[in-house]
């Protein structure tokens, strides 16, 4: 499976329509936080035309910076930006789910 397209913070994105800036905490590399990441990656490839970038960050390495964030459940991914901060909790199955609190445009085919 490929890796994420991940962007570390301060990084230019490419210019274009409004950018994601999405974190994903997880814990290591544990079945739940695995499958977040699988899943994330699947929704995100699946819409070629979404651009985004993509932040890591693992509650056992990192457990003050989400404490700072208020996550204390893993795994959470956060849109911060556009605004409004959207929090999605799980495994990020539920693929409606998680491109409506996205803002991701679906497009109609066809």
């Known amino acids: 499976m490929g890796a994420l397209a991940e962007t570390p913070p301060g990084e230019p994105v490419p210019d274009g329509n409004e950018i994601l800036s999405l974190r994903l905490y997880i814990a290591g590399d544990g079945p739940n936080s695995s499958e977040a990441r699988a899943n994330l990656h699947t929704i995100l490839e699946a819409r070629p035309g979404t651009q985004y970038q993509l932040e890591v960050v693992d509650f056992l390495r990192e457990p003050?910076?989400?404490?700072?964030?208020?996550?204390?459940?893993?795994p959470t991914l956060v849109r911060l930006l556009p605004l409004p901060v959207q929090r999605i909790i799980g495994t990020l199955k539920e693929t409606r789910t998680v491109v409506a609190a996205l803002g991701i445009i679906e497009r109609?085919?066809?």
Not at 64 to 74: F, P, S
């Open 64 to 74: 003050h910076r989400a404490l700072m964030d208020g996550v204390i459940v893993t």
């Open 108 to 110: 109609q085919h066809g």
